[in-house]
């Protein structure tokens, strides 16, 4: 199993600012996902983050936009940049599954852009 | 686009089994299900998996018709506490590359009622 921890939990932010999120996870893992969840929608992946190499984004997301670093095994930030109301999501955080068991979730980040 | 059609929204009584379907007509032959359930403000939780046999956990039953085309999560004895979005996901198993990430679709929003 794998317990990830993320923070911060909830911010509200000025709109042309940027928020970094960070994830923990308590054990090595070579893969990481950072998610969305637009209100009221199910979650999209915005990329997948190696450690060692740059992340693999899906279309419709830049890097520009959504910077992410993978420093070690167990850590991970995302970067919303320049926020518009838009952006106002949970943003989510997982690893696995691992060869057929289960994936983990972080709790989100609950982002509201005013 | 996810591989799976779920109804938007169920109700059952509590103390009630509550039998979530999902049409995946398209399963190849190496892909498992899975599902997820997220409650209201938390991440997404595992529930189970299945390849072809159905399956048994601590919280809940799949059943997997012969064809593979459609399944249903069962959660036998529903509580208030089970109210949540169901997820159903058709992915193959293992951890590496873009096979690593879920794709969500709409889910099956669960009331369980007093």
């Known amino acids: ?114 | 686009d996810a591989k799976t059609t779920q109804p938007p929204s169920m109700d059952c009584a509590e103390g009630r089994a509550a039998n979530l379907p999902c049409n995946h007509s398209t399963i190849s032959g190496n892909e498992y299900v899975y599902w997820y359930r997220q409650i209201h403000s938390q991440g997404p939780q595992y529930i189970i998996h299945g390849l072809k046999n159905n399956e048994t956990n601590e919280m809940a039953s799949l059943i997997i018709t012969e064809d593979r085309k459609s399944s249903t999560l069962i959660l036998p004895h529903a509580t208030l506490r089970d109210t949540a979005v169901y997820y159903c996901i058709v992915r193959v198993a293992g951890g590496g590359g873009s096979q690593g990430n879920l794709i969500f679709g709409k889910g099956t929003k669960l009331s369980v009622k007093p």
Not at chain 1, 33 to 47: D, E
Not at chain 1, 82 to 105: H, K, Q, R, T, W
């Open chain 1, 1 to 114: 199993s794998a317990v990830i921890s993320q923070k911060p939990s909830r911010d509200i932010c000025q709109r042309g600012t940027s928020l970094t999120i960070q994830c923990q996870v308590d054990s090595q893992v070579t893969m990481m996902f950072w998610y969305r969840q637009q209100p009221g929608q199910s979650l999209t992946l915005i990329a997948t983050a190696n450690q060692g190499s740059e992340a693999t984004y899906e279309s419709g997301f830049v890097i520009d936009k959504f910077p992410i670093s993978r420093p070690n095994l167990t850590f991970s930030t995302l970067t919303v940049s320049n926020m518009s109301p838009e952006d106002s999501s949970i943003y989510l955080c997982s690893v696995g599954p691992f060869f057929g068991a289960e994936a983990f979730f972080g709790q989100g980040t609950r982002l509201t852009v005013v």
